[in-house]
């Protein structure tokens, strides 16, 4: 009976443990509770993924990030407040220190008010750019829904997001059309290289205030892919930012309507809701996590390398090595081999103050969560102290950085080869011979040589 009651607990605890890598407390900043309802189906999908969801009103007096000096919770999620921002306990500062600790975010905005200037100022400090009123939404008269816009065109129409770049994973990808109704756009700095779009407003779209004269409209703010609808920041610590301009996006509403693009004929389903999910399981560590397993480095070794010292403290000049990584990657409930995008390439540097040898990993074998990527060099001809480093960081991915320190010494003098091995020395060789066999020829030859004999003298007399 015992066992049994083990077995139910242990399943109930998979069940509701949650499917993100740095944990399941979730706090969503929810100001006015009647609005509450109208997201339920986004709420369900986040608790079906394990997460334990927590509401407060940003008003809340008992509303904080931190416990202890520690964060409270694993990520938040911000939805527009319809007051001057989200309070003392949410403010940029405290937000950003949330990130140093490794916390995430994700913030919504919505067209139908104003931004607060509390939500700009911490958009700013991340090099995100609303337009100066803070109440522009994103129209086109050629990318809108034809059924629940049919005169104002506010209602945007977007495809889903496949790979953005060559170098990137896709974690948006799909083929449906994403509604963005009263999207509030965004534009990207260029001092923050950590910022990447992942939804562009398409080139007929733009940007103006809809609460002023409509003769105005003329003088937009931004236009066409100048203006962003969705981005996102991973932090140097791997901390996750994404801004969704639209947060009606996420409502029941708009998980399953019905949507009609002009000029064709079909009506079809939006993918607001696979969106949505891609979207919270990025920013929420599901997707994109890379971890390091082990790490080997050593003397290169044909047949069995059982006998071979792994990772030694000391290599020679001129050794023949071989460095190897394992990888996993977390995709929603596991790891998973990494496997690197075309076009990218997983690198090793063996740098002392600088970079002496810089090369592709290859991939060399897999285990049953990662894959192992080696490379095989030739330690160069000078001795110090190196590293190897492997320093990976790529947009949607979280980052690597290892780093293991190595001595290389000269060769030992019981080391280099004899000189009668070294046939180009054979010349000199020979000539040393040839001095000292002359020398000692010469030698032989003034001790064993006779003096010669002088003439006899005679003494004169008189």
Known sequence: ??????????????????LSSSGNRLLVVLEDAAEKDSFSKFWSDLEARGYDLVFESPKSDKLSLFEHGEKAYDHVLLLPPRSKGFGPSLSPKNIIEFM?????VLLALSGKSTTPSAVSSLLLELDFHLSSDRSSIVVDHFNYDTLSATEKHDVLLLQQPGQLRQDTKSFFGGSGVLAFPRASPHTLGGSNPLLTPI??????????????????????????????VVSAMQARNSARFTLLGSVESLQDAWFDATIKAPGDGKETETANREFAKQLTAWTFKETGVLKVGKIEHHLAQDGDLASVELNPKIYRIKNETVFSIEVSEYNYDQYVPFEVPENDALQLEFTMLSPFHRLDLQPSGKTENSTIYSAKFTVPDQHGIFSFRVNYKRPFLTNIEEKHEVTVRHYAHNEYPRSWKITGGWVWIAGLWSVVGGFLAFVVVWLYSAPTSAAPTTKKTQ
Do not use: C, I
């Open 199 to 228: 939804l562009r407003a398409p080139t007929t779209a733009y940007s103006y205030n809809p609460k002023e004269d409509a003769a105005s409209v003329e003088d937009v703010v931004a236009t066409g892919s100048q203006l962003a």
């Open 100 to 104: 140093n600790k490794d916390g995430n």
């Open 1 to 18: 009976m015992r066992w049994s009651l083990s077995l139910l607990l242990f399943g109930f605890l998979a069940v509701v443990h949650a």
